[in-house]
C-alpha cells in the first residue's frame, strides 16, 4: 500500500512538475484590441478588429468564435497578419458560432509555426442582420468583447464610425472597465481598461432611423417601438450596479470587521493571570506528576489540545516503565551489529494506562524477548497497525478519565475562549469560501473578494492556534506551566544543567523520562555523555536504551505504526433575434484562443 502510493504521488508531482514547465515554456497574451464598426445605410455593419498578441514558446496559430443569431451572417472574411505570415485559415459554422482557425508561420514558405514573438491579426469582415430597426429607433447591440476569451485583454479600443452624431444615444456596460468615451466627428472613440477573462464588454447605442436606407437591406427589422423599453433597461442596470456597489462596500467591510474577531477573543478570553512566579528556570522536577500526564498538559500545540496526550507522552510512558524496572533493557552484540531488546520484569502495581502500553509491547514478545527490530515491520501491516491505534487510542482515554477529566483540567485551564476560536474559524472560512466563490468574476466586487481572502486566512489561523493563546491558565495552572517551561529550559540548556547537574544517575534517568514527554530527550542524552563517566553509562538502561538504537527504533515503529493506521482510516472513509436583448445580450463578442 505505502510502495504504491509512493509511485502514485511521485508520478503525480513528476507530471505536475512537468506540466508547469510546459506551461511556463508556452503562454500567451493579449495586450489590446482594436475594434472598428463602420455602420453602412443598408444595414451591414463592416468590422475591423486587431488582436494584439505576445506568445512566448512555440505556437501554430490562434482561434476566434464569433456568435450568431437567427439569420446573422459573416461575409468577405479577409484574415491578414503583422509579424507573423498567415497560412491556411479554416472557417466552419457550427451551433451559430463560426469558427475561424488561422495558422500562422514565421517564415514566407510556411514552414516554421511562429516562436517568442508579437503578432498583430486583424479580422475584416461584413455582418450582415446585427442593426436592428425597429418602429422609432436603429439599434446597435453589440458586444465588444465576450465571454470566450482564455486570457485577460490588456485594453479594449474601439471606434464607431456613423453617418451622424446627432440624436444619438449609447451606453457602455459594464461602465466601469470604461477609461473615456468621447466624439471625434461622427466617430465615438472608447478605450476600455482591462477585461479579464471570461467577461464581457459591449455597446448599445440607439440611432435615429433617417441614418439609414427606408429598407435597409442587411438589417432585421422589426415592428416594434424599442427606446422607451431600451432606456428603462438601462436605467434599471444602473440603479442594480449602485445597489450591488453599496452591497459589495458593506459585505467587506463587514469581513474585514470579522477578520478581527481572533484577537477579540484572544483579549477577552487569552490574556493570562498574574502570579507571583519569577524564577529564571527550574533544576528540579517541579511536581510529582507521571509523565504522560505532563505530556497532555503542558505540550499544547497546533493539532494537540490542553490535557491530550501524544506519541512523545507514549514513549514516556515506556521511558517511565524502563526507569521504575518493569522493563528491563537486554543487548545482544555479533561482530559489529548491536541489537537491543526490551524484557518484561513484572507488571503488578501498573496503572491502567500503563498496562495498556504492556500490552502492546507483550504482542512482538519472542521467547522472553521483546525484539525492537521487528516492531517496525510488523506495524507496516494493517492487523498490527490497527491493533496499535486501537492500543494507543485506549491508553489515551485511560489517562483522560483518571487524570484529566474536565473538572481537572477546569482547575487549571478555562478553554472557553479555544472553543470560541474554532467556532469563529470554521464559520469564517465556510463564509470566505461562499463570497469568494460569489465575488471571484465580479471586478465591482474586489473590495468584498480580497477582504474574504483575509477572513480566510485569520479563520485557518484560528483553527490552528494552539488552545492556550486563545484560553488561559488559571492561576494555579499558570504556576504550573512556568515551572514546568523553566525546567524545559534547563534540560535544553546544556550550560545550565553543566552548572547546576543531577545529583545521581536516578535523577538524571528521572530527567530523560519527563525530557522524552516534554519532546526534548536528546538534549538530555546529550548532557549524560558529557557529565556521566563511561562505566555508569554502559550500566544504566536508559542510556543503553537510546545509545543502541531502542529509542530510535520504537519512535520508527510508533510512527509507522500510526501512519499505516491513519492510512487505513482514510482508505475506508473515501464522489430568437426580434427581442430587445438584455445587459450583457449583445451580439457577435464570443472570444478566441491560440494552438
Known amino acids: 500500500m505505502k510502495i504504491r502510493n509512493l509511485i502514485i504521488i511521485t508520478a503525480a508531482l513528476c507530471a505536475i512538475i512537468v506540466a508547469f514547465t510546459f506551461i511556463q515554456e508556452r503562454s500567451y497574451s ?70 475561424i482557425k488561422v495558422y500562422l508561420y514565421s517564415d514566407p514558405r510556411l514552414t516554421k509555426p511562429i516562436t517568442d514573438q508579437r503578432v498583430n491579426v486583424t479580422f475584416e469582415y461584413n455582418a450582415i442582420n446585427v442593426l436592428r430597426f425597429y418602429n422609432d429607433i436603429t439599434e446597435l447591440h453589440y458586444k465588444i468583447i465576450g465571454e470566450g476569451w482564455k486570457v485577460p485583454i490588456g485594453q479594449v479600443n474601439t471606434r464607431i464610425h456613423l453617418p451622424r452624431k446627432d440624436g444619438v444615444k ?9 477609461k473615456d468615451s ?11 481598461d482591462t477585461i479579464p477573462a471570461g ?19 442587411n438589417g432585421t427589422i422589426i415592428n416594434q417601438d424599442a427606446l422607451a423599453i431600451i432606456e428603462g433597461k438601462q436605467e434599471k442596470y444602473q440603479e442594480e450596479l449602485a445597489f450591488k456597489n453599496i452591497l459589495y462596500s458593506l459585505t467587506g467591510i ?151 477529566n474536565k473538572e481537572k483540567i477546569g482547575r487549571i485551564f478555562i478553554n472557553k475562549g479555544a472553543k470560541y476560536m474554532k467556532v469563529f474559524g470554521f464559520i469564517g472560512v465556510a ?32 483553527i490552528l492556534l494552539p488552545e492556550d493563546i486563545p484560553g488561559h491558565w488559571t492561576r494555579e495552572g499558570r504556576e504550573h506551566i512556568e515551572k514546568w517551561k523553566n525546567f524545559k529550559k534547563y534540560l535544553k540548556d546544556f550550560s545550565l544543567i553543566k552548572e547546576y547537574p543531577p545529583e545521581s544517575v536516578e535523577i538524571w534517568n528521572k530527567y530523560l523520562v519527563y525530557a522524552t514527554a516534554l519532546g526534548i530527550a536528546d538534549n538530555v542524552i546529550k548532557a549524560m555523555k558529557f557529565q556521566l563517566p563511561q562505566q555508569e553509562l554502559e550500566e544504566n538502561d536508559m542510556y543503553v536504551f537510546h545509545d543502541y538504537g531502542g529509542y530510535a527504533l520504537l519512535s520508527s515503529a510508533l510512527a509507522t505504526g500510526m501512519s499505516t493506521a491513519t492510512e487505513i482510516e482514510f482508505d475506508e472513509t473515501v464522489g430568437d433575434t426580434g427581442d430587445i436583448g438584455d445587459i450583457g445580450g449583445g451580439d457577435m463578442g464570443g472570444g478566441g484562443d491560440a494552438f
Open 199 to 217: 467577461q464581457f464588454f459591449e455597446v448599445e447605442m440607439v440611432i435615429p432611423k433617417e441614418y439609414f436606407a427606408a429598407n435597409p437591406a
Open 30 to 99: 493579449i495586450q489590446a484590441i482594436d475594434t472598428e464598426l463602420f455602420l453602412k445605410e443598408d444595414g451591414t455593419i463592416h468590422v475591423k478588429e486587431t488582436i494584439h498578441y505576445s506568445f512566448n514558446g512555440t505556437w501554430n496559430g490562434i482561434t476566434r468564435e464569433i456568435p450568431l443569431r437567427g439569420s446573422q451572417a459573416i461575409q468577405n472574411l479577409n484574415v491578414s497578419a503583422d509579424g507573423a505570415y498567415v497560412g491556411s485559415c479554416e472557417v466552419e459554422k457550427e451551433n451559430n458560432i463560426q469558427n
Open 254 to 404: 463587514l469581513l474585514l470587521i470579522a477578520s478581527f474577531t481572533p484577537l477579540l477573543i484572544y483579549l477577552k478570553y487569552g490574556r493570562e493571570p498574574k502570579i507571583d512566579y519569577r524564577a529564571d528556570y527550574e533544576h528540579e522536577i517541579p511536581y510529582d506528576d507521571p509523565p504522560a500526564v505532563v505530556n497532555a498538559i503542558y505540550t499544547s500545540k497546533v493539532f494537540k489540545g490542553v490535557g491530550e496526550p501524544d506519541m512523545n507522552g507514549f514513549k514516556a510512558t515506556i521511558m517511565d516503565l524502563i526507569n521504575r524496572n518493569y522493563l528491563k533493557v537486554e543487548t545482544r552484540t555479533k561482530g559489529k551489529t548491536k541489537r537491543v531488546f526490551l524484557k518484561i520484569n513484572k507488571e503488578k502495581g501498573l496503572e491502567d494506562f500503563e498496562m495498556y502500553v504492556m500490552r502492546f509491547l507483550r504482542r512482538f514478545k519472542k521467547g522472553d524477548l521483546i525484539e525492537l527490530d521487528e516492531i517496525p515491520k510488523k506495524l507496516s501491516k494493517k492487523r498490527h497497525a490497527r491493533y496499535f491505534k486501537d492500543v494507543y487510542d485506549k491508553w489515551k482515554n485511560s489517562i483522560k478519565t483518571k487524570f484529566l
Open 431 to 462: 463564509l470566505a469560501i461562499i463570497v469568494a466563490f460569489l465575488t471571484i468574476q465580479d471586478p465591482l466586487a474586489r473590495l468584498p473578494f480580497f477582504a474574504s481572502i483575509l477572513l480566510a486566512i485569520t479563520s485557518i489561523i484560528a
Open 170 to 178: 449609447y451606453w457602455l456596460n459594464p461602465p466601469y472597465y470604461v
Open 182 to 192: 468621447k466624439w471625434r466627428g461622427n466617430t465615438l472613440e472608447v478605450t476600455a
